[in-house]
Structures are given as structure tokens and as C-alpha cells.
């Protein structure tokens, strides 16, 4: 009878052991599902924080940085210049014209007034009102030369070689598009409210054309002189031309600044700027086209430090 029970408790045991072995591998299977869950989690998340943390991502662009407190908490200084801060105030503009503001009769009871007993001085600053074009007829007269027999023709600064419009309207056209980048209908629309000068905006990307042949020999005397120069400074960003994705290069020495927009990021736009004659150093960022192009870098501090 003893020996039955003592069979009969183990086998009691046994199921006992069995039911927690099944329970333990149960949980482990879920232990392991969870972690395999989480380290996925983990990839993911440590990919979209490369996007941030990386030695090519600048420090306007880092999450984490210095946000501002909440204005319950903390810091309970008043907003503006500290104390001590020195002002600036903006300068008092000479008057072109002088306007006497007087007035004969009071009023509210028509009693005639006499000399003021006090004149008080302000000084406004004021845009004139639109101003219309001005139109200038330019007699060019040609000539034969006397000696060799070659036709020469009159020149004069305010005349451009090509078109109906002046170099101030060249100019403006320029500044609006690349300065103020407004889109060439709303240049017409500046141009017409302004100077009620007429235009079509296909006219307007001429004009811009224009300015490009103007400046040109300045632009490549800028292009000559950085290609000469021992030590350039290179980086490229992306940018958007008319709804793709472009790369605008820049190359700067102490003294020069040369800009160009193509649409690509290798070495082709360096071997088209500096040539396969560059025997320069160039300082820049980790980004793979510049050690395909030379072994004569330096790294950028501020890039190495991040």
C-alpha cells in the first residue's frame, strides 16, 4: 500500500511538472515574441533618429536641442533686451521738402487764429506714388569709317543691345525673380501696379535671360579665379527646380563665392567646376564624390565635432 501511494505521488508530480514546463515554455515563446517585436521597434526607431543624429545633419535640424521652457515653470524673466543691452534707434532722415501745417480758423467756434505758440517738427519717411515708364526714342547713328571702310555704329550705356526694355526694367525683372522669387505672373502684375509697364510673363523670362548675358564675363573672371585658388570651401543642398529634385553646389574662397545648380550630387560637377587640373585642398563634409575626386581634403570641424 505504501509503495502504490508513493508511485501514485509521483506520478501526481510528474503532471505537475509537466503543467509548469508547459506554462514556462508558453511564457518564454511570448517572452521571445515580444523582444523579437521590440527589436524591430528599436531598428526603426534608431533609422528615423540617423535622420537627425549624424555628422552630416546641421544643428537647425537636431531634435533635442534648446526648446523653449514652458512659461509656468522655471525661468520667470521678462521677455526683451536684458538689462544693459545697448539699443539702436533708427536715425533721423533728412527732409527733401519742408511742409508748414497751418490752419486759419478754430474749429469749433470760427474764431480767426493768430500766430502759433508752438511748432512741433515731424519727420516722415514716405515711397512716392507709382511712377509711369519713361520712354526714350534712341537715334543710332551708323558710320563708315574713312580709313578702313567698316560700318560703325553709336553706342550709349542706357541703350541695351536687344529689346524694347531699359536695364533699370532688366534689373528690377532680376531682382523680383531671384531676390523676392516671385513666380514671372506676379513680376507682371508687380511691374504693371507699380510702373504700369505691360508684360507678358514669357517676356519677363527673357528678360531674365538677358541679365544672365549681362553679367556672364563676370561670372566665369568669378569661376577662373576660384579654379586658381588653393583652398576651397565645398558644399552642396538639395533644392527644388520646378517640382524635381536638385543640387545646388557652392564654392567659396575668402574672397569669392561661385554658385551652380545642376541635377546631381557626384563627382562630374566637381571635375566641371575645378577641372581634372585642380591641384587645390578642399574643405567639406564626409560626402563620398569629394574623395573620389581628390585625396587633398580636410574635413569640416564643425561636421567632425557632430
Known amino acids: 500500500m505504501d509503495q502504490e501511494e508513493t508511485i501514485k505521488r509521483l506520478l501526481e ?15 518564454n515563446d511570448r517572452l521571445r515574441l515580444e523582444n523579437e517585436l521590440l527589436r524591430r521597434r528599436m531598428i526603426e526607431l534608431e533609422a528615423r533618429l540617423a535622420q537627425y543624429e549624424n555628422a552630416h545633419t546641421p544643428p537647425s535640424l537636431k531634435r533635442g536641442g534648446n526648446h523653449k521652457k514652458n512659461p509656468n515653470e522655471g525661468d520667470k524673466g ?3 533686451q536684458k538689462i544693459g543691452h545697448e539699443g539702436l534707434t533708427l536715425p533721423t532722415a533728412k527732409p527733401d521738402r519742408q511742409v508748414h501745417v497751418t490752419i486759419d480758423l478754430c474749429p469749433d467756434c470760427g474764431s480767426k487764429l493768430g500766430d502759433p505758440f508752438r511748432i512741433e517738427s515731424r519727420i516722415i519717411e514716405e515711397i512716392p506714388e507709382p511712377q509711369p515708364v519713361t520712354v526714350t526714342e534712341y537715334k543710332i547713328c551708323h558710320y563708315i569709317c574713312p580709313c578702313c571702310q567698316k560700318e560703325v555704329i553709336g553706342t550709349d550705356p542706357g541703350c541695351p543691345n536687344e529689346g524694347i526694355f531699359g536695364n533699370n526694367t532688366i534689373a528690377q525683372v532680376a531682382l523680383l525673380k531671384y531676390g523676392d522669387r516671385l513666380p ?3 513680376i507682371r502684375d508687380t511691374l504693371q501696379r507699380l510702373y504700369g509697364l505691360v508684360m507678358s510673363p514669357a517676356t519677363i523670362l527673357d528678360l531674365t535671360r538677358r541679365a544672365a548675358d549681362a553679367v556672364q564675363s563676370e561670372y566665369d573672371a568669378i569661376l577662373n579665379r576660384i579654379r586658381n ?21 557652392v564654392f567659396t574662397t575668402p574672397s569669392e563665392a561661385f554658385f551652380m545648380i545642376r541635377n546631381s550630387r557626384g563627382m562630374k560637377v566637381l571635375l566641371e567646376v575645378l577641372t581634372r587640373r585642380f591641384k587645390g585642398t ?24 557632430r
Open 13 to 27: 508530480t510528474i503532471d505537475q511538472l509537466k503543467r509548469e514546463n508547459d506554462q514556462l515554455r508558453h511564457e
Open 78 to 80: 521678462k521677455p526683451g
Open 184 to 186: 514671372h505672373r506676379k
Open 229 to 249: 585658388a588653393p583652398v576651397h570651401y565645398v558644399d552642396e543642398t538639395s533644392i527644388d527646380v520646378q517640382g524635381k529634385n536638385h543640387w545646388i553646389w
Open 282 to 305: 578642399i574643405v567639406c563634409d564626409g560626402w563620398r564624390s569629394y574623395p573620389g575626386f581628390t585625396d587633398r581634403i580636410q574635413r569640416c570641424w564643425a561636421h567632425m565635432l
